[in-house]
C-alpha cells in the first residue's frame, strides 16, 4: 500500500529535550515536506526537500532542522524543543511535477506533539 | 492580511443539503488551487484540484475558481453523514511552488 508513515503518532516531551520524528514514504517522491497545523493557522511548511540531500526553507522554519540523506526517509529534528512547537505535525511527499500535469501530494497520519 | 482566508466553522447542516465552501485570497500569481478533506486525527486528502479559473465536477463536489475576484468555491451535493470532515482550500504558484493553505472549513453533516 501506497503510503507515507510518522513516528510517533504522539509525543509529550519537556522543553529542550531534543527529539526527532521520522518519515518515510514507500512511492519513490522525490518532493518531501514537513507541516505544522495549528488551529487558525492551518497548515503551515516548515522545511521541504526536492530531492536526496537538497533541503530548503519553509513558511516557519526557526527551532527546526531535517536532513534528507535517503529518497525514502525525511526526519524532522527538534534540537531543543519549547512550548510554542506544541503542534500538530505531518509529514508529505509527491512525485517531481513535470509537464502538464499535477501531482498529489500526501500525507501522512500526524504527529501531536506537545512541549512542557 | 492573510494570505489565504477561509471561514472555520463550524457548518452545520443536515444529510442532503447543498454545501458552500470558499476561500479567498490575496496572491493574484496563484494559478493552482486545491480543496483537501481531513477527517479527525487523519492526514489531509486531496479532493480536488483545478488550474486557473473556471468549473470542476466530479460526483458529487464541484469545484469553481474565480480569479478576477480571488474567489474560489467547493459545491457539495446530497450531502452525506461521511463528508463530516475540515475542508482545507490550498494554492500555489506553479509548477515545484511551495502551497498554501486556508486553516480550514469545519462541516458536520447531521443525520
Known amino acids: 500500500e501506497a503510503q507515507v508513515t510518522q513516528n510517533p503518532r504522539y509525543l509529550i516531551t519537556v522543553t529542550g529535550k531534543k527529539l526527532t520524528v521520522t518519515c518515510s514514504q514507500n512511492?519513490?517522491?522525490?518532493?518531501m515536506s514537513w507541516y505544522r497545523q495549528d488551529p487558525g493557522l492551518g497548515l503551515r511548511q516548515i522545511y521541504y526537500s526536492m530531492n536526496v540531500e537538497v533541503t530548503d526553507k519553509g513558511d516557519v522554519p526557526e527551532g527546526y532542522k531535517v536532513s534528507r540523506k535517503e529518497k525514502r526517509n525525511f526526519p524532522l529534528i527538534l534540537e531543543s524543543p519549547s512550548p510554542n512547537q506544541t503542534s500538530l505535525y505531518f509529514c508529505?511527499?509527491?512525485?517531481?511535477?513535470?509537464?502538464?500535469?499535477?501531482?498529489?501530494?500526501?500525507f501522512g497520519p500526524g504527529t501531536r506533539l506537545t512541549v512542557l | 492580511q492573510k494570505e489565504v482566508e477561509q471561514d472555520p466553522g463550524p457548518l452545520s447542516v443536515p444529510e442532503g443539503a447543498i454545501v458552500s465552501l470558499n476561500c479567498t485570497y490575496s496572491?493574484?500569481?496563484?494559478?493552482?488551487f486545491m480543496w483537501y478533506r481531513q477527517y479527525s486525527r487523519k492526514g489531509p486528502e486531496l479532493l480536488m484540484y483545478t488550474y486557473s479559473s473556471g468549473n470542476k465536477e466530479d460526483g458529487r463536489f464541484t469545484a469553481q475558481v474565480d480569479k478576477s475576484s480571488k474567489y474560489i468555491s467547493l459545491f457539495i451535493r446530497d450531502s452525506q453523514p461521511s463528508d463530516s470532515a475540515t475542508y482545507l482550500c490550498a494554492m500555489s504558484r506553479g509548477y515545484g511552488q511551495n502551497f498554501v493553505f486556508g486553516p480550514g472549513t469545519r462541516l458536520s453533516v447531521l443525520p
Open positions: 508529505a511527499s509527491r512525485a517531481r511535477v513535470s509537464g502538464s500535469g499535477y501531482n498529489e501530494q500526501f
Open positions: 496572491n493574484s500569481a496563484f494559478q493552482y
Open positions: 512511492m519513490n517522491h522525490e518532493y
